[in-house]
T-cell receptor, first 115, second 112 residues
């Protein structure tokens, strides 16, 4: 049973296209995240949702739009893809802890290549 | 920014040796976490250490935290080839909204 699953695992597309990545977690967590990992392995948070409410929205182009239909799902839609969007996108989930961020459970990543 | 700096960027050791990785950060934290990432895979949580803790152990892993120096270290004892991976520290800054900010990572290679 995969705890945090993302689809697709690989995505190759042309500049200007629109694409979506889906994420689901079966851990019963109330908080989900999208992180972007670039070619140098630098991992940067993009968005976080808690119980379907957007709580973290980093400086990300508005071509990126997250959507959380319920607390077990968090999708990422990207419009008008650019070369610089090529990266590995990771979904993660956690419980919110009193007094600090909890342990993150990551999906296996979705490698996006924009040509 | 709170991003942690990890040192060294890359480390190559022989199986059986110990590996030490360091992480420095900039602002006060609630907790600091260490993660491992195998090539082509997602990150896996290793240890969480709270700001009022100084040392924590888990199996062959030992983490220390010095909040006065804003630094942490991860020690892997008796390393194995299977420990080959990238290791990241992540900080939860006080007042940061429970957001984990990841460091730049250390690539560890354990050779037979």
């Amino acid at each position: 049973d995969t705890a945090v699953s993302q689809t697709p695992k690989y995505l190759v597309t042309q500049m200007g296209n629109d694409k979506s990545i889906k994420c689901e977690q079966n851990l019963g967590h109330d908080t989900m995240y999208w992180y972007k990992q670039d070619s140098k392995k630098f991992l940067k948070i993009m968005f976080s949702y808690n119980n379907k409410e957007l709580i973290i929205n980093e400086t990300v182009p508005n071509r990126f739009s997250p959507k959380s239909p319920d607390k077990a799902h968090l999708n990422l839609h990207i419009n008008s893809l650019e070369l610089g969007d090529s990266a590995v996108y990771f979904c993660a989930s956690s419980h919110r802890l009193a007094g600090g961020a909890g342990e993150l459970f990551f999906g296996e990543g979705s490698r996006l290549t924009v040509l | 920014s709170q991003q942690g700096e990890e040192d060294p960027q890359a480390l190559s050791i022989q199986e059986g040796e110990n590996a030490t990785m360091n992480c420095s950060y900039k602002t006060s934290i609630n907790n600091l976490q260490w993660y491992r990432q195998n090539s082509g895979r997602g990150l896996v949580h290793l240890i969480l250490i709270r700001s009022n803790e100084r040392e924590k152990h888990s199996g062959r892993l030992r983490v220390t935290l010095d909040t006065s120096k804003k630094s942490s270290s991860l020690l892997i004892t008796a390393s194995r080839a299977a420990d080959t991976a990238s290791y990241f520290c992540a900080t939860d800054a006080k007042g940061g909204g429970n957001k984990l900010t990841f460091g730049t990572g250390t690539q560890l290679k354990v050779e037979l």
